[in-house]
């Protein structure tokens, strides 16, 4: 039975919430190979939109077609899929019911030299429409444009919450107020996981953080109280700490392309420090299918194993 006494829990985090919401929240807890542990492994499929087809699918030219990622995701056991508006409704008929839906809401291109801010690229009423347990939507914290990223986030999320559904949010720090290392300093990325959580996230979306230290202020902060950063465990351990005391479900992105053992070392990590789970996009799509499919099941097999 995947309600189990930890998915109960992790719905008690959101009393606040409108039981189709929270029924949504469970959907993606009870499905897949990860149904009923509290862990996730989703698969997200932006990379097209973000940076371009041949960057994103000319390793494995199948990827360029919607229908292989929803394949992949419900072959692998993904407790849910996450794709712009094109993709989801490339698909979201054919495969309707086998995989819970996350539409990504707004979305960039690589193609301007500008701050940080994607624009709106679908609706709540787009998620609705298309079946999705979830509304998906990137903030840049840091960027000079991010009162309107929070503002609009603040909607949406008002918006999806009466309307029954999910909210998941991508934390990534980035614009002119960061230094390239300071995007994933355990200081900022703890930083963006707090506003995440402060913003109404249901799920918080940030990327594995490094022991770098961004901010003097922040640095002391973490000295004084000996806040250990020596290992990615640990400073997955203070990110999760820092959504609420653990009362958020924070997953971790898969990053750039890597060999096999370097993705399954680094969920190993987040693993041990009691991370959710992890959004794994180009490791698994940018490998020949039967391997993608095979890279997931490992990854789930570690987030099962470590309880």
Request: aromatic share 8%; with cysteine; net charge neutral.
């Given at each position: 039975?995947?309600?189990?006494?930890?998915?109960?829990e992790?719905?008690?985090?959101?009393?606040?919430d409108?039981?189709?919401?929270?029924?949504?929240?469970?959907?993606?807890l009870?499905?897949?190979?990860?149904?009923?542990?509290?862990?996730?492994?989703?698969?997200?499929?932006?990379?097209?939109?973000?940076?371009?087809?041949?960057?994103?699918?000319?390793?494995?030219?199948?990827?360029?077609?919607?229908?292989?990622?929803?394949?992949?995701?419900?072959?692998?056991?993904?407790?849910?899929?996450?794709?712009?508006?094109?993709?989801?409704?490339?698909?979201?008929?054919?495969?309707?019911?086998?995989?819970?839906?996350?539409?990504?809401?707004?979305?960039?291109?690589?193609?301007?030299?500008?701050?940080?801010?994607?624009?709106?690229?679908?609706?709540?009423?787009d998620?609705?429409?298309?079946?999705?347990?979830?509304?998906?939507?990137?903030?840049?914290?840091?960027s000079?444009?991010?009162?309107?990223?929070?503002?609009?986030?603040?909607?949406?999320?008002?918006?999806?919450?009466?309307?029954?559904?999910?909210?998941?949010?991508?934390?990534?720090?980035?614009?002119?107020?960061?230094?390239?290392?300071?995007?994933?300093?355990?200081?900022?990325?703890?930083?963006?996981?707090?506003?995440?959580?402060?913003?109404?996230?249901?799920?918080?979306?940030?990327?594995?953080?490094?022991a770098?230290?961004?901010?003097?202020?922040?640095?002391?902060a973490?000295?004084?109280?000996?806040?250990?950063?020596?290992?990615?465990?640990?400073?997955?351990?203070?990110?999760?700490?820092?959504?609420?005391?653990?009362?958020?479900?924070?997953?971790?992105?898969?990053?750039?392309?890597?060999?096999?053992?370097?993705?399954?070392?680094?969920i190993?990590?987040?693993?041990?420090?009691?991370?959710?789970g992890?959004?794994?996009?180009?490791?698994?799509?940018?490998?020949?299918?039967?391997?993608?499919?095979?890279?997931?099941?490992?990854?789930?097999?570690?987030?099962?194993?470590?309880?």
């Amino acid at each position: 039975m995947a309600f189990t006494d930890r998915v109960k829990e992790i719905l008690s985090w959101y009393s606040s919430d409108a039981p189709g919401t929270q029924a949504n929240i469970a959907r993606l807890l009870t499905h897949g190979t990860l149904a009923g542990t509290g862990k996730l492994v989703i698969l997200p499929v932006d990379q097209g939109f973000e940076h371009g087809p041949a960057r994103s699918f000319g390793p494995n030219p199948d990827a360029h077609d919607p229908h292989y990622h929803f394949r992949l995701a419900i072959d692998a056991g993904c407790n849910a899929y996450a794709a712009p508006l094109g993709f989801l409704e490339a698909g979201a008929d054919t495969f309707a019911g086998q995989v819970p839906l996350i539409l990504k809401l707004n979305n960039s291109d690589s193609l301007s030299n500008v701050e940080p801010c994607s624009a709106l690229t679908g609706s709540v009423d787009d998620a609705l429409r298309l079946g999705c347990s979830a509304i998906g939507y990137t903030i840049y914290p840091a960027s000079g444009e991010r009162n309107t990223m929070f503002e609009d986030l603040r909607d949406l999320t008002r918006e999806a919450k009466a309307k029954g559904l999910a909210v998941v949010v991508w934390s990534y720090p980035r614009g002119a107020g960061l230094s390239k290392d300071g995007e994933t300093a355990i200081d900022v990325v703890s930083y963006a996981a707090q506003i995440a959580a402060q913003l109404g996230a249901h799920f918080i979306k940030i990327k594995p953080p490094t022991a770098h230290l961004e901010q003097p202020e922040a640095k002391k902060a973490f000295e004084k109280a000996n806040i250990p950063i020596d290992t990615l465990a640990n400073r997955v351990r203070y990110c999760i700490q820092a959504a609420f005391g653990g009362r958020r479900i924070v997953i971790f992105s898969g990053g750039a392309a890597k060999g096999t053992e370097a993705v399954l070392e680094e969920i190993g990590q987040i693993a041990e420090g009691g991370g959710f789970g992890s959004i794994v996009g180009r490791n698994s799509f940018q490998r020949p299918r039967a391997e993608g499919v095979e890279l997931l099941r490992k990854i789930m097999t570690i987030y099962k194993d470590a309880g």
